[in-house]
């Protein structure tokens, strides 16, 4: 889901609380509010990097697209080019988990790098908890009592409740809810991170070369595609399991560590672009090597990873192995190199960031309820067919977009925003509690930010010893502990 270890909002006091200047009441003060939750929606103002908001708001639209068959003629025979696309946008479920390895696990990797303390595993637990159980509890909730088929199964439902539906044979893509089975995913890859860094610093307990943490990532890539390649073959040439792949299939392939390939490329990217952070790479010879593709032309990163992704998409098309390789090589190739686009910067993507980055910052809430919102239309009979499949498929996709925005605002506005400013005040007193002797906060501690938001995401000031953040700069910074971190939505296929 790629929301945010180093991307996140902006704690700030209501009105009429503290020194704020609108203490008058009346007008004023509603005036005053307005403005704050206006200013939630923008990336910089939340201290989030307007690239990747703008590359998240692509790939939630993407499988919003996507899922405009469920109110949508499908187009198949009378136009296949049509079909074609639309049926393979699912491709921005790994642009997603490209995110989240980059963003999530981008402060454990860096502090590896520095050979510098962990960050705290509490905070950072509470962080991800508040970033995505609330809201998915919410669109969960909803789809349940909406759109979910009767009779209902209370086991499937619990299991969705507590991101187990990926371990229960048939419940991964099940019709309670479909875009459930990728945060089961990134509930795992969550928790595997703090323990792979763990890992890793007992077995190097000093600073780690860049070249060998990057060979290592490049390990585990190579096992998760082995492991979902091994697994396809099993599944395509095995009868005992080719007669029940539409059950047990998903167990192994809606699940780490067959889908761990996808979040590969953004975590190397961390670690490439560690070296802007001024962290040691090693010795001289090797950062050339490993930041040499980042003077690439954007126009050829960008053919490439078209390239690589059509060419995945073909070879998808050769049973569950073809599939396997799909998933586990070239389409993180493609994603990886897409996050490294928008990581670069440049004219073009801050232009298109200008406009998409608004949507980014609630791109979790779309990808929520988006699904709820086809299915509870496709549930009442609607199918668009106004002129030809071209026109009804942008008009099912406008019409969603319009049900789904106002949700999904709301969703950030009084469900994501909340809860992660309660956890970032909840950490923020924790570590004030730690930093006194005996325990207890220091008489007249700030219960305010502690400096101007960081890239790192909200309330976090740029932690001592480390560069500022620049316009050309839109990768975030580590959060101090504590403080709130990044979230990838996760979509369907």
Request: aromatic residues 10%; proline residues 9%.
């Amino acid at each position: 889901m790629g929301y945010d270890e180093g991307d996140g909002m902006r704690s700030f006091a209501l009105p009429g609380r503290g020194a704020h200047p609108y203490q008058r009441g009346g007008v004023d003060a509603v005036r005053a509010r307005a403005v704050r939750l206006a200013s939630t929606f923008r990336s910089a103002d939340e201290g989030r990097s307007t690239a990747l908001d703008a590359l998240r708001a692509i790939a939630a639209l993407l499988v919003v697209v996507m899922h405009t068959v469920l109110i949508a003629p499908e187009p198949v025979a009378h136009n296949p080019a049509l079909h074609f696309v639309r049926s393979h946008l699912w491709v921005g479920v790994d642009i997603f988990f490209a995110l989240s390895g980059f963003l999530i696990a981008g402060p454990f990797l860096r502090s590896l790098l520095r050979g510098s303390a962990l960050p705290n595993t509490a905070g950072y637990a509470v962080r991800r908890i508040a970033r995505i159980v609330p809201a998915y509890w919410v669109a969960l909730t909803a789809a349940v009592l909406f759109v979910a088929p009767r009779p209902i199964g209370w086991g499937s439902v619990i299991s969705h409740y507590l991101f187990l539906q990926n371990w229960v044979p048939g419940e991964s893509r099940s019709d309670i809810y479909v875009v459930a089975w990728t945060l089961g995913i990134e509930a795992l890859f969550y928790i595997i991170v703090p323990i792979g860094a763990a890992l890793l610093r007992a077995r190097f307990p000093g600073p780690i070369r860049a070249d060998r943490l990057i060979r290592i990532l490049l390990g585990v890539w190579a096992f998760s595609l082995l492991w979902g390649f091994l697994w396809g073959v099993a599944f395509d040439y095995i009868p005992v399991l080719t007669d029940h792949q539409d059950t047990w299939r998903t167990v192994v392939a809606d699940n780490l560590p067959t889908q761990l390939g996808l979040f590969c490329p953004g975590m190397i990217l961390a670690v490439v672009f560690a070296k802007e952070r001024r962290i040691d790479l090693g010795s001289p010879a090797e950062a050339p090597r490993l930041h040499g593709l980042l003077g690439a032309r954007s126009s050829l990163i960008l053919l490439l990873s078209f390239g690589l992704a059509v060419v995945g998409i073909g070879v998808g098309g050769r049973g569950r192995t073809g599939q396997s390789v799909r998933e586990g090589l070239f389409l993180p190739l493609a994603c990886g190199l897409l996050l490294l686009l928008f990581l670069r910067g440049g004219p073009y993507i801050r232009a298109i960031s200008r406009y998409l980055a608004p949507l980014g910052v609630i791109s979790y809430g779309i990808y929520l309820w988006h699904w709820i919102v086809a299915q509870w239309l496709a549930d009442r009979g609607l199918e668009i067919t106004v002129g030809g499949q071209w026109f009804a498929w942008v008009f099912a996709f406008v019409l969603l977009c319009l049900i789904t925005f106002p949700l999904a605002a709301a969703s950030w506005l009084f469900v994501e925003h909340p809860a992660m400013k309660r956890a970032a005040d909840w950490n923020r007193r924790r570590a004030q509690a730690r930093a006194v002797p005996g325990g207890s906060a220091a008489p007249g501690a700030p219960g305010r930010p502690r400096g101007p938001a960081g890239p790192a995401g909200p309330e976090s000031a740029v932690p001592a010893g480390t560069a500022p953040r620049s316009p050309g700069r839109p990768y975030p910074a580590d959060p101090p502990s504590g403080q709130p971190d990044p979230v990838v939505p996760p979509a369907t296929r």
